[in-house]
């Protein structure tokens, strides 16, 4: 699972596609969920990373 990490929030989703502006965003059940501008997205993080506590970034 992914997760896009938003301006004005975050979407979890299971996979995701490059396009020529943006990702394409999909479920578990493969239906599109969002598009995100590559200008809006801060970040693209496997749930994985996301959820490790083991160390900081500050």
Known sequence: MYRA???EGQVL???YQ?????????D???NFLAFVPYS??????DEEV??????SVM
């Open 40 to 45: 809006n997205l801060h970040a693209l993080l």
């Open 5 to 7: 990490i938003l301006p």
């Open 13 to 15: 989703c299971e996979r």
């Open 18 to 26: 490059h396009i020529d502006d943006g990702l394409e965003l999909y």
């Open 50 to 55: 996301y959820e490790e506590n083991d160390r």
């Open 28 to 30: 578990a059940d493969d």
